[in-house]
Nanobody, 118 residues
Framework: QVQLVQSGGGLVQAGGSLRLSCEAS????????MGWFRQAPGKEREFLVD???SGIRSVKGRFTMSRDNAKNMVYLEMNSLKPEDTAIYYC????????????????WGQGTQVTVSS
């Protein structure tokens, strides 16, 4: 059982940066793979990046995910933000070792809105 609580997000101007946080509680946080997703209006949920239980950082383009098991935290650092990055962002955890399908992730944060203005 894992509970995920997100913080961060909000309004940012194009070209800016933002960091999202996700705090986990419950059992076996450090045995779960963690991932970040986003969902824009009218679109399906999109896998962004993930990290293993033993990982420290994972990079996908302008997004960098990091994990600190000692603090039960994962982060998503977003750089050079664009209006098309506007979406609700979710952190999630998965017992599976690989894959970006939402169905593989058992626990989800509540989501946080990121709005990028031009």
């Amino acid at each position: 059982q894992v509970q995920l609580v997100q913080s961060g997000g909000g309004l940012v101007q194009a070209g800016g940066s933002l960091r999202l946080s996700c705090e986990a509680s419950g059992r076996s946080f450090n045995t779960y793979r963690m991932g970040w997703f986003r969902q824009a209006p009218g679109k399906e949920r999109e896998f962004l990046v993930d990290i293993t239980w033993s990982g420290i950082r994972s990079v996908k383009g302008r997004f960098t995910m990091s994990r600190d098991n000692a603090k039960n935290m994962v982060y998503l650092e977003m750089n050079s933000l664009k209006p098309e990055d506007t979406a609700i962002y979710y952190c999630a955890s998965s017992p599976a070792a690989l894959g970006g399908s939402p169905s593989q992730f058992d626990y989800w944060g509540q989501g946080t809105q990121v709005t990028v203005s031009s």
